[in-house]
């Protein structure tokens, strides 16, 4: 237990209060998993527990009161402090209508979400466990704290969390839970899109995506529903080993675990059963998949508009589910190209090689050889950084100026000239040095 969380313990205490550490911070700490931040429940109001930690110099925020949450911050480390409670009816499916002080830990714990959950720990006191956590923990199983449906009606964001601990902790979701999330979906219509979409991230970015992809996909696709053909369409390619979801949960799999990437794999394949166009080739039934990054692009542009994404993933991650079929020859000139295509963004190019080496690792074995391509395309790429190439204009040893004082016109025409030299400078075929561009560019606005 960190230094300044013991000490926050003691404080409460000091000040006749019982506290405990609680949630996924005991969850975490007995899977051996990292912990991220350590939360408190306590049995003093919140005003008390304020005026006790203002006493010991620490600085305070009443980031939930309402709810008796308060956060308490030494040298920059937060904890957050929450009297025990018991929630009431949830009438609309969000919020409980009241939160009640509880009298005790154990009817703290009762409230919340998962048996892996409803874990409490003091440094003295040792763990306390009333629902069976830790054998559930030991068994591997997520499941609910009570009555399943009950504790989905009252709040059914418990469902995407089921889901988003099955991919982070690699647990199955126990059977009774799980029908109880599956009957509930329909209850995903009373959750925000924020909520949604920050479950969804932690979801695609859990180490365990591909199993719990495929355990809860019918869930999913409540508020996901592009899924639903994804899992419907086979692939009878010489590549493709997968249906097109399968395919899309080891292609999530061996991406490394960024939004970004992540993001992008779920969406690469999408299009496809749109795009799917079927053929008897040899008495045999062939598909085609024509077009469909463009289409994936597309859908992916829609669930980002639905679903409330942050500006910089709507605008960087379409252009990659569209480039990510692209054929970028192992050559510097090829990735000089492609890098000017992703607007001259290394790590962009850098989520490219990702795809590229995801999605041949997750089609058939004599696919595995295009795997080391999209690897040797990384180290092009570095090399190409390295040598400081030109890719983009505004690395060009000429600008806008020069042109014009060649007596070209302010206008299109200027554009077009930078961007020919640009061309010439990428294919190796001009040195990106001024005297040079100078005369080439003489010529352009001679021809
Ligand atoms: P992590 O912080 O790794 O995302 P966590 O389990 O700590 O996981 P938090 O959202 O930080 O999740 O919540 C802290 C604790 O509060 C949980 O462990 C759980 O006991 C309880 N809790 C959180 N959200 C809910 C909920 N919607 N319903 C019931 N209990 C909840
Ligand atoms: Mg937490």
Known sequence: LPTRAREA????????????????????????????????????????????F?????????????????????????????????????????????????????????????????????????????????????AG??????????????????????CRFASQLGCAIEPATFEAMVASKYLLQKVSGERVYHELERFFCGEYVHDALMATVDVLAFVLPELVAMKGCPQVTPYHIYDVLEHTAFVLQHTPPTPLGRWVALFHDMGKPAAAFFEERDGRSVEHFYGHPWISANLAEGIMHRLPFPAWLRRDVPPLVHRHDDEVAPTPRAVRRALARLGGRADLF??????????????????????????????????????????????????????????????????????????????????????????????????
């Open 141 to 162: 199983l997520l499941r609910c704290v009570g009555d399943p449906a009950t504790r989905f009606e009252e709040d059914a964001l418990r469902i995407l969390r089921g």
């Open 9 to 52: 313990l003691a404080i409460i205490e000091a000040a006749g209060g019982e506290a405990w550490c609680v949630g996924g911070c005991v969850r975490d700490a007995l899977l051996g998993r990292p912990v991220h931040d350590v939360d408190i429940a306590a049995s003093l109001p919140w005003p008390v527990t304020q005026a006790a």
């Open 350 to 447: 850098e989520a490219l090689c990702d795809i590229k080496r995801a999605d041949a690792l997750s089609q058939a074995p004599f696919c595995a050889p295009r795997a080391e391509g999209a690897e040797r395309l990384r180290e092009l790429l570095h090399e190409v950084l390295a040598a400081g190439d030109a890719f983009t204009m505004k690395q060009l040893a000429i600008g806008g100026d020069d042109v014009m004082a060649l007596g070209v016109e302010a206008g299109p025409e200027v554009g077009r000239i930078l961007q020919a030299c640009l061309d010439a400078v990428i294919d190796g075929t001009l040195p990106n040095e001024r005297a040079a561009l100078l005369a080439f560019a003489r010529e352009q606005r001679d021809a």
């Open 54 to 138: 203002r006493e010991a110099g620490w600085s305070t925020v009443e980031t939930g009161v309402a709810h008796g949450t308060l956060t308490v911050i030494s040298e920059g480390e937060p904890f957050e402090i929450t009297t025990y409670r018991c929630d009431g009816t949830y009438s609309d499916g969000r919020h409980p209508d009241a939160v009640t002080p509880a009298a005790t830990i154990q009817e703290d714990l009762r409230r919340r979400d998962f048996t892996i959950n409803a874990l409490a720990y003091h440094p003295e006191r040792g763990i306390i466990d009333p629902f069976g956590g830790i054998a559930d923990m030991e």
